[in-house]
Nanobody, 126 residues
Framework: QVQLVESGGGLVQAGGSLRLSCAAS????????MGWFRQAPGKEREFVAA????????RYTDSVKGRFTISRDNAQSTVYLQMNSLQREDTAVYYC???????????????????WGQGTQVTVSL
C-alpha cells in the first residue's frame, strides 16, 4: 500500500555531512509517522530518528542527538535525514520506514512500522 524509495547515501569523510531522502507513494503521506533506522554488519537494526505526522514531534537515539535532524515535507511526500559531524560509527545501511497506526507520540521500535524502504548505504571514512 505504501512504497518508500530512499536516496542520498554514499561515501563521506569523518566530520562531513550527508542528507538522506525518502519519497513515499500509495497513501496520503500526512497520515504516516515516519522513521529512520540503520543496520551495521553483524549488528541488529537500530532506531535512529522519527517524526510525527505533522512534524511537531521528533525523537532521536542518544548517539545522534545534536548531529542528525529529521524533517518532512508533506507537500512533497518526502522525509529527510540531515546527518552532520558524521563518525565512522555511523557507517550502516539506513532504512526509511512508515507507521500507519494512530497513537500518541512516535514509535521507536522497528516492529511498530508497517512499510520499509530498500535501504541506502552510508559509509564514513577516516
Amino acid at each position: 500500500q505504501v512504497q518508500l524509495v530512499e536516496s542520498g547515501g554514499g561515501l563521506v569523510q569523518a566530520g562531513g555531512s550527508l542528507r538522506l531522502s525518502c519519497a513515499a507513494s500509495g497513501r496520503t503521506f500526512s497520515s504516516l509517522t515516519m522513521g529512520w533506522f540503520r543496520q551495521a554488519p553483524g549488528k541488529e537494526r537500530e532506531f535512529v530518528a522519527a517524526i510525527s505526522r505533522s512534524g511537531g514531534i521528533t525523537r532521536y537515539t542518544d548517539s545522534v542527538k545534536g548531529r542528525f535532524t529529521i524533517s518532512r515535507d508533506n507537500a512533497q511526500s518526502t522525509v529527510y535525514l540531515q546527518m552532520n559531524s558524521l563518525q565512522r560509527e555511523d557507517t550502516a545501511v539506513y532504512y526509511c520506514a512508515a507507521d500507519q497506526n494512530l497513537g500518541l507520540g512516535v514509535a521507536t521500535r522497528s516492529e511498530s512500522y508497517d512499510y520499509w524502504g530498500q535501504g541506502t548505504q552510508v559509509t564514513v571514512s577516516l
